[in-house]
């Protein structure tokens, strides 16, 4: 089992920059392939970023250039840096594993990021 916590999320000015942190407990976490997820109001979930175990990055188009995702395994946590950040960033955001060998997925209980204009 393998439980998410995130936090981070706040209210920032258009510009300035976040870092969104997830902290997953339980073992194997070098086998989770961990992701950032968010959901602006009335709209459906998607990915803003994820790291795979092995490391490799992906990135929605609208974050590209400006966000970094990044995992430290000895810490079992997730990190995501959002700079030049927009009203358009504002969204509940989401922290997902999905376990490596079995294919199970889990999801944190999400961190608000409010961006005013």
């Known amino acids: 089992q393998v439980q998410l916590v995130e936090s981070g999320g706040g209210l920032v000015q258009a510009g300035g920059s976040l870092r969104l942190s997830c902290a997953a407990s339980?073992?194997?976490?070098?086998?989770?392939?961990m992701g950032w997820y968010r959901q602006a109001p009335g709209k459906q979930r998607e990915l803003v970023a994820s790291i795979t175990r092995g490391g490799t990055t992906t990135y929605a188009t609208s974050v590209k250039g400006r966000s970094t995702i990044s995992r430290d395994n000895a810490q079992n946590k997730v990190s995501l840096q959002m700079d030049r950040l927009n009203p358009e960033d504002t969204a509940d955001y989401y922290c997902r594993a999905r376990h490596g060998i079995s294919g199970r997925e889990y999801w944190g209980q999400g961190t608000q990021v409010t961006v005013s204009s």
């Open positions: 339980g073992r194997d976490f070098s086998l989770l392939h």
